[in-house]
């Protein structure tokens, strides 16, 4: 059974950092996909980031590029977030699933986490 554990959420003013980590209980390829997704209240989820742990292929969402990086390490993805921003703010989720020819799209995450808050005050 899959179990994905996150840490690493907190709160920060504007402009500060926060790392995020996530392990994977079972990871073999149909979990090689792995990533993040957010929700804020009232918000529709949205991937932040995600990285194709075979390939090293990986996604981020417009508004966090040149800030957020994604890394991983045996079972174990990391969030780096920096320059954090107060629409930053919002639920976390580790999310993983398997490769579709060699891309992670959104559709294909289908384990998660419990999720973890983060929360930037301005």
């Known amino acids: 059974q899959v179990q994905l554990v996150e840490s690493g959420g907190g709160s920060v003013q504007a402009g500060g950092s926060l790392r995020l980590s996530c392990s994977n209980s079972?990871?073999?390829?149909?979990?090689?996909?792995m990533g993040w997704f957010r929700q804020a209240p009232g918000k529709e989820r949205e991937r932040v980031a995600s990285?194709?742990?075979?390939?090293?292929d990986t996604f981020f969402t417009d508004s966090v590029k040149g800030r957020f990086t994604i890394s991983s390490a045996e079972n174990t993805i990391l969030l780096q977030m920096n320059s954090l921003k107060p629409e930053d703010t919002a639920m976390y989720y580790c999310a993983a699933g398997n490769p579709v020819y060699d891309s992670c799209p959104a559709s294909t995450f289908h384990y998660w986490g419990q999720g973890t808050q983060v929360t930037v005050s301005s």
């Open positions: 990285i194709n742990k075979y390939s090293g």
């Open positions: 079972m990871y073999d390829y149909r979990t090689s996909c």
